[in-house]
């Protein structure tokens, strides 16, 4: 409804349906980067998956460093007497991601502080330091291969 009403939409259930994609949502936490981009693939091969959106911020991450793959999805709702095709955001990470995204959501959200140049570099910092993480750890799953 919030964003019904930021964007001045009417707050009716067919407006509700074809303007907001990401009434539901789930975030899929994988060990390697080389996963995020397998499990994609893979939902994308699904014949009853319809994609609607594909926002790639592993390769291109965020100003702030944010990365993650965001799909959104249609896909079939059975119910009794009919199926209804329902929009999902599919959020892909990996854990290093998800550790940085997580806590900067706190420190920037979470507290109502303002936050200044120096808090944005030392995040930006952070976020280049999980990306060689998540680097490193798929070099040494390859090594071990």
Same mark, same amino acid.
């Given at each position: 409804m919030n964003k019904m009403q930021k964007r001045g939409l009417p *707050? %009716? $259930?067919p407006t509700m /349906? +074809?303007?907001i994609m990401d009434v539901a949502g789930v975030r899929v936490i994988c060990s390697f980067e080389e996963d995020v981009f397998f499990l994609a693939k893979c939902l994308k091969g699904q014949s009853d998956i319809e994609i =609607?959106?594909?926002k790639d911020y592993i390769s291109h991450p965020k100003p702030n460093g944010y990365r993650s793959l965001h799909l959104t999805i249609r896909l079939p709702v059975? $119910? +009794?007497e009919k199926e209804v095709h329902v929009p999902v955001e =599919? /959020? *892909?990470r990996t854990i290093a991601m998800d550790f940085w995204a997580s806590l900067e959501h706190t420190i920037r959200y979470k507290k109502n502080l303002p936050i200044n140049t120096e808090i944005e570099t030392e995040l930006k910092e952070c976020a280049d330091s999980s990306r060689?993480? %998540?680097t490193k750890m798929e070099r040494l799953l390859h090594l071990m291969r």
């Open positions: *707050l %009716d $259930f /349906q +074809a303007n =609607i959106t594909e059975f $119910f +009794a =599919i /959020q *892909l060689e993480w %998540d």
